[in-house]
């Protein structure tokens, strides 16, 4: 079967560095996408990754490991209105997004 | 990035009665787009794809005959919701792709039925 997981909760401090894993199995891999989604919004897209690497976009970075089925979304310098939901999506053989169950971050002052 | 709107954002209907929600692509076209639902503290659950000038392809589980979708134009495509329950309360979003290597979404329905 398909199988995407990500930690249910974290809890992270103003100003510090949280890292979020994503660990998955799918049927082949056509990339992998950050979200973020605020409580009763739509997701918004972060990054996507389709190489082995670290991509970064200013404070938010992604790493993905294709031999591990391991990527993580790694978020700076955090802010209060990084509060949110961070949803992992990996797309598959058939193009199909498989999304994970996402993350709550919680951001303490 | 490109703009897709849904609307309305929020509704509240009667058992029984028909909802009908609009997902636009408002600045390029869009030959696919993908309707989904959340539900409280869940993943996206992808309901069904939607083809310009065709039918759409529903996910194992979802009534077709429940949840219609019309994808009349490259711009335009709807999801109605027939008869709907209690149980059909939830969050429904549509995306739509520009490029390969990104999604955008509308802003969502909360739909309520009482």
């Known amino acids: 079967g398909q199988n995407i997981d990500q930690p249910t909760e974290m809890t992270a401090t103003e100003g510090a560095i949280v890292q979020i894993n994503c660990t998955y199995q799918t049927s082949g891999f056509n990339g992998l996408f950050w979200y973020q989604q605020h409580a009763g919004e739509a997701p918004t897209f972060l990054s996507y990754n389709v190489l082995d690497g670290l991509e970064e976009k200013g404070r938010f970075s992604s790493f993905l490991s294709r031999s591990k089925g391991y990527s993580y979304l790694l978020l700076k310098e955090l802010q209060m209105k990084d509060s949110a939901s961070y949803l992992c999506?990996?797309?598959?053989?058939?193009?199909?997004?498989?999304w994970g169950a996402g993350t709550k971050l919680i951001i303490k002052p | 990035g490109a703009v897709v709107s849904q609307h309305p954002s929020r509704v509240i209907c009667k058992s029984g009665t028909s909802v009908k929600i609009e997902c636009r692509s408002l600045d390029f076209q869009a030959t696919t787009m993908f309707w989904y639902r959340q539900f409280p503290k869940q993943s996206l659950m992808l309901m069904a794809t939607?083809?310009?000038?065709?039918?759409?392809?529903?996910e194992q589980g979802v009534e077709k005959d429940k949840f219609l979708i019309n994808h009349a134009s490259l711009t335009l495509s709807t999801l109605t919701v027939t008869s709907a329950h209690p149980e059909d309360s939830s969050f429904y979003i549509c995306s739509a792709s520009v490029t390969d290597t990104e999604a955008f979404f509308g802003q969502g329905t909360r739909l309520t039925v009482v």
């Open positions: 939607s083809n310009e000038g065709s039918k759409a392809t529903y």
């Open positions: 999506a990996v797309r598959d053989t058939n193009y199909q997004l498989i």
